[in-house]
């Protein structure tokens, strides 16, 4: 299957939405990591503050940063002046906030930086969509995965 280039945007957008991230070696009792299945995912997205360490330490600009500008989805892609990871909106993003406004390549930079990596597609849909606590505070039921209506298929 190849992909064109909207669908790689695509995937890059929803990847960076929330920017969870992976890894082989680490363990479920890191307090940092949530253990799923044969694999574990970080319990938050990469904050700003988080981001802003590994482009201080390597002195990486973003493609964003060096354009002037990110994109939204809004029935569409729309380009926003003034938005990068640092400033989501357009202002000043607090440092607490997941990190927007980065592209798949710069996404596996920083999962190298962090020797961690990137979800396959697979992973991501089983983390994101199942119920993996016994006692679940919604209504979803345990090991059961969600609608896949939900789900985006790209």
Same mark, same amino acid.
């Given at each position: 299957? $190849?992909?064109?280039?909207? #669908?790689?945007?695509?995937?890059?957008?929803?990847?960076?939405?929330?920017?969870? *991230? %992976?890894?082989? *070696?680490?363990?479920?009792?890191? +307090?940092?990591?949530?253990?799923?299945?044969? *694999?574990?995912?970080?319990? =938050?997205? &990469? /904050?700003?503050?988080?981001?802003?360490? *590994? $482009?201080? =330490?390597? @002195?990486?600009? =973003?493609?964003?940063? +060096?354009? !002037?500008? !990110?994109? &939204?989805?809004?029935?569409?892609?729309?380009?926003?002046?003034?938005?990068?990871?640092?400033?989501?909106? !357009?202002?000043?993003?607090?440092? @607490?906030?997941?990190?927007?406004?980065?592209? %798949?390549?710069?996404?596996?930079? %920083?999962? +190298?930086?962090?020797?961690?990596?990137?979800?396959?597609?697979?992973?991501?849909?089983?983390?994101?969509? =199942?119920? #993996?606590?016994?006692? /679940?505070? /919604? +209504?979803?039921?345990?090991?059961?995965?969600? /609608?896949?209506?939900?789900?985006?298929?790209?």
């Amino acid at each position: 299957m $190849t992909y064109n280039h909207l #669908t790689n945007k695509i995937i890059i957008y929803l990847l960076n939405i929330i920017l969870i *991230f %992976f890894t082989n *070696f680490v363990f479920a009792e890191d +307090k940092k990591m949530q253990k799923i299945s044969y *694999f574990s995912i970080d319990l =938050t997205e &990469v /904050s700003i503050a988080e981001f802003s360490k *590994f $482009t201080k =330490t390597t @002195n990486y600009i =973003t493609e964003a940063e +060096k354009r !002037g500008w !990110g994109y &939204v989805y809004e029935f569409g892609w729309v380009k926003k002046e003034g938005w990068d990871w640092k400033k989501p909106y !357009g202002i000043k993003g607090e440092l @607490n906030e997941p990190v927007v406004h980065i592209n %798949f390549d710069e996404a596996q930079m %920083f999962c +190298k930086w962090k020797n961690k990596r990137l979800p396959t597609e697979e992973e991501w849909v089983y983390a994101a969509y =199942t119920e #993996t606590r016994e006692k /679940s505070v /919604s +209504k979803f039921i345990y090991k059961k995965l969600m /609608s896949t209506q939900l789900v985006i298929h790209l």
